[in-house]
């Protein structure tokens, strides 16, 4: 059972890191936060491990972010070529 879900709006690649847009669907996104299974729109569900190494939202930098507020968090790890717009990362 995930106690964290992230819903992708966008993602955009960038060299180790990848960039996810979206909103926080359940729980509270940190810093060092991980996420393990990503959800497709169509309701596959593959494992990744991706870690949070940033969290930004209103053009700042910010430690935590809660339940319906949405969000940019870099991510690095296994699994960021399955993101992809109306994912569910699940942590």
Do not use: W
């Not at 491990?49 to 910010?62: D, E, F, N």
């Not at 992809?84 to 699940?90: A, E, I, R, T």
């Amino acid at each position: 059972m995930s106690n964290i879900e992230f819903l992708i709006y966008e993602v955009q690649p960038d060299g180790e890191v990848t960039r996810v847009s979206g909103i926080v669907n359940k729980g509270k996104v940190s810093l060092n936060a991980e996420f393990v299974s990503v959800r497709s729109e169509s309701g596959a569900e593959s494992p990744v491990l991706l870690k949070v190494s940033s969290i930004v939202a209103y053009r700042r930098q910010i430690a935590e972010l809660p339940t319906g507020m949405s969000g940019e968090l870099h991510v690095s790890g296994e699994g960021a070529g399955q993101l992809g717009k109306h994912c569910m990362l699940s942590g």
